[in-house]
């Protein structure tokens, strides 16, 4: 075996230097190569199309987005008015539902831990009307669980609509009284028309700025009851409580102030003399065509109600509702 000279020893190790670059390079690309190849085998991820928004569990039948959610003591208010106005319905809510419970007290027992009634208020009329379900000429309404009104920017009481619904909830669902129709209706109209004062609802004390209180002076009534029944002027109380009277459709402010002044003259006439009658009369339900159970005969109540309601539609308001003072 022949020894190899120097020259030769160096050549040989530059040969093997650059065959291990090369090596070394070709290993480099070939990664990169076989990257590029992994990464051109994957499959691409999977594109969904955006499908409509479902409705939320939390908002009303009919109803697809709310602006916010406000909880208080006893309500969830789903709400498309801006927040303060929606602060604002709260604290009226929350008020009616102290000055009702308190009212009721002795004909209501309430449960320990009650669900939280649900209100959805709509930021403004043509926003409820484009949702309204109820009859045509409705302003708001009430559909298990759920009641339905907006919040009226332009009026002085820009709350009374959600606190009739809210009463007639009130009945159905806390106090758990039977429903009579104009016994219902009467109820929500008068708690509905009653003053708040530093937070506080005061049962009676009207507020003039209130439906069907607007309406009162419209009456034209002549002081002739018989008279004012047959020009339609006046629903006789028989047929207002039997609901056989004339179409509601085309009588709703007539029916709505007599729902509310026979409520106010019961609760408040003669110092509050059939108070507690009427109240127990709304928890049973008892009360027949002929006359209310325990107060007094039909002709005799109406002839009262009458001039009393007389004093409603004649008087400036500020007096009516100094003399209303809570029973």
């Given at each position: ?18 065959l ?22 994957r499959?691409p ?8 928004a ?20 006893h ?10 106005q ?35 208020l ?24 759920w009641?339905?009104?907006y919040?009226d ?31 219902d ?13 530093d ?58 102030i ?50 009393y ?19």
């Open positions: 075996m022949t020894p190899h000279s120097p020259m030769q020893v160096g050549a040989i190790k530059t040969r093997v230097l650059i291990l670059i090369a090596l070394i390079v070709c290993g480099v690309a070939g990664t990169v190569i076989l990257s590029h190849f992994m990464k051109a085998d499959k991820a999977a594109v969904t199309a955006t499908q409509p479902a409705p939320r569990a939390d908002l009303p039948p009919g109803v697809q987005s709310a602006a916010l959610t406000l909880e208080t003591t309500y969830v208010i789903v709400s498309n008015a801006t927040p303060e929606t602060a604002l319905v709260a604290r009226a809510v929350e008020s009616l539902y102290d000055a009702y419970t308190t009212f009721f007290r002795n004909e209501i027992a309430l449960a320990p831990r009650p669900p939280k009634l649900k209100l959805m709509f930021k403004d009329q043509a926003e409820f009307k484009a949702h309204n379900t109820s009859q045509p000429w409705a302003e708001a309404f009430y559909r298990v669980p009641s339905y009104a919040y920017a332009a009026a002085k009481n820009p709350y009374h609509w959600m606190l009739h619904e809210a009463t007639h909830q009130l009945r159905n669902e806390v106090a758990h009284f039977p429903k009579v129709k104009w016994i209706e009467g109820i929500a109209t008068y708690f509905s028309t009653s003053r708040i004062r937070g506080k609802l005061i049962p009676g004390d009207v507020d003039p700025d209130t439906y069907p209180i607007w309406h009162l002076r419209g009456l034209a009534l002549t002081g002739d009851l018989q008279g004012d029944i047959r020009k339609g002027r006046i629903i006789p109380l028989h047929d207002l409580m039997a609901d056989t009277g004339p179409p509601v459709g085309q009588n709703v402010n007539l029916y709505y007599e729902y509310w002044s026979l409520t106010h003259f019961l609760l408040h006439y003669g110092d509050g003399r059939y108070a507690s009658l009427f109240k127990r009369l709304a928890a049973s339900g008892d009360a027949t065509r002929d006359g209310l159970v325990g107060i007094e005969p039909m002709e005799s109540l109406q002839l009262k109600w009458f001039e309601l007389q004093q409603a539609a004649s008087k400036n308001m500020e007096v009516f509702r100094v003399r209303a003072r809570p029973s």
